[in-house]
């Protein structure tokens, strides 16, 4: 068998959370923080709020669950009327700066019969990168 390679860390160098202070995004912000300690990623937490006034609250969770172990960017975008989330997710992807793209399956919707939410969805099918959706 050979020694271990690290192809994992040359797909991983720079992985994008979106958060929304959901279970699955925290959950998705874990698995990330694990690529940074065991392949060097660099993280960045994204979130895009409809409401950006719950901005500090999302930045403490972030923290929370960090616990200073990695260094980390965290950006905001504030969501236009005639955009979505999603949109904004793909948008930050589209600058060709992120290899990846780690997210939990749903947000905070209130319909707990569905798996997968419409953000995941349309960022699975239309993100550059490779997408890790996190149940």
Known sequence: MGSPTYTVSMWFRKILVPVDGSENSMRALELAVDFSLRYGSRVTVFYA??????KETIQKLVREKIE????YDFRVADVPRDSSTS???IKVLSEGVFDAV?????????NSDINTGSNALSVVVNAPVTV???R
């Open 49 to 54: 709020c409809d409401r950006c006034s719950d």
């Open 68 to 71: 200073d172990r990695i260094d």
């Open 102 to 110: 780690i997210m939990g399956a749903r947000g905070n919707t209130t």
């Open 132 to 134: 890790i959706v996190v």
């Open 87 to 89: 949109n904004e997710i």
